[in-house]
């Protein structure tokens, strides 16, 4: 099983690894700072480079079967099984869906508290991102409101802090529950929580960004109705 580095350091952008498997789709490392593709997050890019020089694009990662995979351009070939390779990760990229994906976080939290709205799904991409959530409507006061009310959080530069905990016990927390844990297949048996002071905390496997400070200069692009109480908005972040 790959070691998840990025799970207890966002802030990794270069590691080495061991290639652990080289298969039709691209290579299994024994450990990774690389995302991948899942939880409304796009996989991380970047570059490998072999001991003796060689380069290979990372251009994307994904979860299958188990295994953490990394797709190469060049196509991998079997030599480089057993090969301790660096790993140069496209730290711009990946920084600015860490600032969206707190965003997010906070917007959740904030939407909860403010009108005990439940965020019901998401996607995060490097320039622009959405969140959707159960309310009666999202008219153009509202966004005004929400916007106003993340800025202060983001003023406010509340710490965003990871810790891991046993599925029994995050079961019976009615914060994580509302999250929808319950849904984390029952294979997993420690949970990633990641709290955001004051804001959020809700179990979660993705990166984030230190404190609210980081998130930057928030800006609503615009909103949509999915249906009956069930509305998306749409934000990016300045760069």
């Known amino acids: 099983m790959t070691e998840l580095l990025f799970q207890t350091d966002s802030y990794i952008?270069?590691?080495e690894a061991e290639v652990k498997e080289v298969?039709?789709?691209?290579v299994v490392f024994d450990k990774t700072a690389f995302v991948y593709t899942g939880g409304g997050l796009q996989s991380d890019t970047g570059?490998?480079?072999?001991?003796?020089g060689e380069k290979f694009i990372v251009k994307e990662v994904i979860s299958k079967g188990g295994k953490i995979i990394h797709k190469l351009?060049?196509?991998?070939?079997?030599?480089?099984?057993?090969?301790?390779v660096k790993?140069?990760?496209d730290w711009e990229?990946?920084?600015r869906q860490m600032r969206m994906h707190t965003a997010l976080?906070?917007?959740?939290?904030l939407l909860f508290r403010k009108y005990g709205a439940v965020v019901t799904g998401g996607n995060i991409t490097a320039k622009r991102s959405r969140v959707d959530f159960e309310i009666d409507h999202l008219h153009k006061e509202r966004v005004q409101e929400i916007t106003k009310e993340l800025e202060k959080i983001i003023e406010d530069n509340n710490l965003v802090s990871i810790s891991f905990m046993e599925r029994s016990e995050a079961l019976k927390d009615p914060d994580l529950i509302r999250t929808k844990v319950n849904l984390i297949p029952e294979s997993v048996k420690i949970l990633r929580i990641v709290e955001i002071e004051n804001v959020d905390r809700q179990a979660d496997g993705g990166v984030h960004v230190r404190s609210t400070k980081e998130?930057?200069?928030f800006i609503p692009l615009k909103s949509e109705n999915r249906g009956k109480n069930n509305k998306r908005l749409y934000f990016t972040l300045e760069p």
């Open 73 to 84: 351009s060049p196509e991998p070939t079997e030599q480089l099984f057993g090969e301790n």
């Open 105 to 109: 976080h906070s917007i959740s939290g």
């Open 215 to 217: 998130i930057g200069t």
């Open 13 to 15: 952008k270069e590691f």
């Open 87 to 89: 790993c140069i990760i």
């Open 93 to 95: 990229s990946r920084y």
């Open 47 to 52: 570059m490998m480079e072999t001991s003796k």
């Open 23 to 26: 298969n039709e789709e691209g």
